[in-house]
């Protein structure tokens, strides 16, 4: 198995650990997760080609669908919950 391949599976065993965190405690964890998760999937598809990274992108998608909606929101300027106050 490559190094870029191994690196996502270690990528996912981190986030899942993450998102058994308190909503609270994630965000220290998850923000290097997220800004990590396009530079590892450009170097999978690099590797590997683009249904690596299709693979890639919706285990990514699904695991940070919250956090990408609101700031999807916040940067089109729509009224965004706070990722808190969710499940509350």
């Avoid at 998850?30 to 249904?51: D, E, F, N, S, T």
């Avoid at 690596?52 to 285990?59: I, K, N, R, S």
């Amino acid at each position: 198995m490559s190094l870029p391949l191994i690196l996502g599976c270690v990528w996912i065993i981190v986030a899942a650990l993450t998102a058994m965190l308190p909503m609270r405690l994630q965000k220290f964890p998850g923000l290097p997760l997220l800004i990590a998760a396009p530079v590892l999937l450009v170097w999978i598809g690099r590797v590997h080609g683009w249904p690596w990274v299709a693979f890639g992108l919706f285990a990514f998608l699904s695991m940070f669908r919250r956090p990408l909606i609101y700031l999807g929101r916040r940067a089109m300027g729509l009224p965004a919950e706070d990722p808190r106050q969710i499940g509350r």
